[in-house]
């Protein structure tokens, strides 16, 4: 299940004057203009609330959420294993084949969550026995883990080991002022 946790429609720029010294209205001397700043700003919602928040001038580079695992274990003879990733559960055996060795079925995997196409928003990539994926979302919770259904842990060293995928960007930063 994936809840949506912050939104934001986009930022917007405003032209604010500050001081640097206080100043006095009813003083009728010579009153030096006034300095002006742009600053980029944006509504953000979180869990349905609406609050302003400062985010970077540029519309920042979306990344999505990502983790890794490992194939610790290529005897799947004892039983399946399953991964959940989101909604979707891929078995071992029925969604993707083992392989001679470790990284042989680590690039099985990827393939099979890579195959998953837009409708779900999954990539995945493998490097020897480690897969590591990436949801097009950038901060939804994701489940993010594996079952064993024998006596062999199949998939090891999840990263992060919370069961979620790991945080996307972008984050909401600071003020920024030009």
Request: proline share 6%; charged share 10%; with cysteine.
């Amino acid at each position: 299940m994936t809840v949506k946790k912050v939104t934001s429609p986009g930022n917007f720029r405003m032209l604010v004057g500050s001081r640097p010294y206080c100043s006095d209205p009813t003083w009728k001397g010579h009153t030096p203009p006034t300095p002006r700043s742009t600053v980029s700003l944006a509504a953000v919602s979180v869990a349905g609330t609406s609050r302003n928040a400062a985010v970077a001038a540029n519309a920042p580079v979306s990344v999505g959420q990502s983790g890794s695992f490992s194939v610790a274990d290529n005897d799947f003879s004892t039983g399946p294993s399953e991964i959940h990733l989101g909604n979707v559960r891929l078995l071992s055996v029925v969604d993707f084949a083992i392989g001679a060795l470790a990284a042989d079925t680590a690039h099985n995997i990827a393939e099979a969550i890579t195959n998953l196409g837009a409708a779900y928003g999954y990539s995945a990539t493998h490097l020897l026995d480690v897969v590591t994926v990436v949801a097009s979302s950038t901060m939804d919770e994701i489940e993010f883990r594996a079952l064993h259904y024998g006596t062999h842990a199949n998939f090891g060293s999840f990263t992060p080991s919370n069961n979620l995928l790991g945080g996307g960007s972008p984050s909401i930063g600071p003020l920024v002022l030009t």
